[in-house]
């Protein structure tokens, strides 16, 4: 089978994260430090998310304050992030610096961002590719008049969950998430509380 047109996948990705009720996954991500110009150390993070916006993010591993914490936000309850380790639980007005990145790791987001610098991208052919012991399609596109010069988004074949999301500069990898897991639980509200 050939694989999908650079549009077609992205609009085959849009249409995934649309239907797509409740997930969780885990991901890797690093971020390049300016000053070294390499990428930082590794952090591991799992996301719970049911439409149209509940979520619940646990830091598996980031630094030795932070590993172990658990960050919920359901509206349902009241509009603010309760995060909690042990016996410590802080609240997070939603326009806290602290969690500004809580809000963009849902696939919504994800996507929100990919079609974004995709507009009027140069984009290459999809190519199939194996990440592990995963198939993906891979497509690789320059954004225009954007600071991210390249993207490389490969979705696995056969759900189209994305494996990997590598943004780009002029001075090389900008930041890097590789999801290692992902399910398909039966979320309900009730899940997104302490």
Known sequence: MQPPTPQQLMQQFAQKVAR???YSYTWEFQE???RSGKLGDKQIYKLEFL???YRKMTIIQR???SNGAVLIY????EKKVHARKGLIRRVYELNDPEIARFFETDLGSILKDLQRLFRGAKAETVKRERIGQRDGYTLRFAPRNDAVQQVSLTLEVRDLM???IEYADAKGIRSLRVFTEYAFPNL??????F
């Open 20 to 22: 797509t009720r409740a």
């Open 32 to 34: 390049r430090d300016e």
């Open 51 to 53: 439409q149209p916006h």
């Open 63 to 65: 630094d030795l304050f």
């Open 74 to 77: 359901n509206p349902d309850v």
């Open 162 to 164: 994305p494996l990997r």
């Open 188 to 193: 309900k509200p009730d899940d997104f509380q």
